[in-house]
């Protein structure tokens, strides 16, 4: 079977996918990881197929504007007001 994993995120994030990644590969399937190109190479270190994501959506989450939506969760409708002008950009 092909499966596509999607994550985005610092390497915390992507690594337990990788991890899952692997565990399939092992199974017999076909795995590819889509994320930033920054770990382009940690995925393919571990034998997975890389797909490619651009940096935008992450430039965006690291942007002060993105940690204000991301830390500021206890306010939905100023959450998704945050939100809103991000995307807007």
Not at 37 to 43: K, M, R, T
Not at 50 to 73: H, K, P, V
Request: glycine share 10%.
């Amino acid at each position: 079977m092909n499966i596509l994993i999607v994550t985005l995120g610092s390497r915390g994030d992507v690594q337990p996918y990788v991890a899952l990644g692997k565990g399939l590969k092992e199974a017999g399937h076909q795995v590819t990881v889509c994320t930033s190109a920054v770990f382009q190479s940690f995925i393919t270190n571990h034998g997975l197929d890389y797909g490619y994501m651009n940096n935008e959506l992450i430039q965006l989450i690291d942007s002060d504007a993105g940690r204000e939506a991301l830390e500021n969760t206890n306010n939905l409708w100023g959450t998704i007001r945050t939100t809103i002008k991000l995307f807007q950009r």
